[in-house]
């Protein structure tokens, strides 16, 4: 997959898009990108993903928006959809266009858009006025064809990033997989930590999640853990560590089994296969240290009797 930027258009040769914020890439987008790839290939023409640099409702609300991806875990997943090029624009530059300006500047004049397809929710233009009706009307009158796409649904379960957040956030990492088509995982580097875990007997790796992304919920998780180019089991903590620690700093702490070797500074892939028990404070090291290895116990039993190797995905370890 090629990412485009400013210096590549406009795309003179022509193109089948998508068009989202893709947060996620969940079978739902994946459905999108695949039909997109699919016409294209039927039309002699490449894919485009068209998407934002930032999500709009990071910059429409002072509260901000909890990405479920980092920029480079969507990317990759994108390109693992299907697509040959892939875009993220600005949203500012877009934001106050009217729906026919979006479709006739961006993706006519812009993109030379052949085909359009877009999801059943999509929304654009000034406002969010824009409907995929609309985008329809508009794309028909520059002769272009505009292909929706229905929901998704699994298990009777409709897919969404709405979805998906709350199911992370409760801890549910089965169902959140079944709608993403893969474990929930996150890239993240190995920072310095107080080096607690060797005192008490199980060496760890800390990782400081983005103040911008989305927190699965707080506690112990069997897991498992990509690095340079192989898989391995583990248990990890996600939360404050409150019993050591002042609570402000999120972040995953793991117990990577069977591994030796210096991970500082380097990024280490985490996969959330289960979750095990809530974050809980203890009232001493002794018994934080008990706690850690009826954890271990735990986590080691659950990925022996379940293949979660075979759910990890489009990410290369």
Known sequence: MIK?????????????????????????????????????????LP????????????????????????????????AAAGADLYYPIDFNKVRRQSPAEFVEKLLVNTFSAKQVVCGYNFSFGKGGTGTPELLKELLATHGVECTIMPQITVG?????????????????????????????????????????????????????????????????????????????????????????????????????FDFKGDLYGKEVRVYLCKHLRAEKRFESLSALRAQIARDAAVAKAVLAEESFEDLKGEFLL
């Open 4 to 44: 485009l930027d400013a210096e590549n258009l406009p795309l003179k040769s022509g193109c089948v898009l998508t068009i989202g914020n893709f947060d996620g890439v969940h079978l739902g987008h994946q459905s999108l990108i695949g039909q997109t790839a699919v016409t294209a290939r039927s039309l002699g």
């Open 156 to 256: 009777g379960e409709h897919v969404s990033s709405t979805r998906l957040r709350a199911l992370i956030a409760a801890g549910d990492m089965y169902a959140a997989a079944k709608l993403l088509g893969r474990l929930y995982s996150f890239n993240l580097p190995v920072v310095h930590g107080r080096q607690l875990g060797a005192k008490l007997g199980s060496p760890t790796i800390n990782q400081l999640f983005p103040d911008d992304r989305a927190l699965p919920a707080f506690g112990v998780y069997a897991a498992l853990c990509g690095i340079e180019g192989k898989l391995y089991k583990g248990v990890a903590n996600i939360g404050v560590k409150p019993t050591v620690s002042d609570g402000n700093t999120h972040l995953c702490e793991t117990n990577i």
């Open 47 to 78: 894919s485009l993903v068209l998407t934002f640099d930032r999500h709009p409702q990071s910059l429409l609300f002072k509260s901000g928006f909890k990405y479920l991806l980092g920029a480079e875990d969507k990317e990759k997943l994108v």
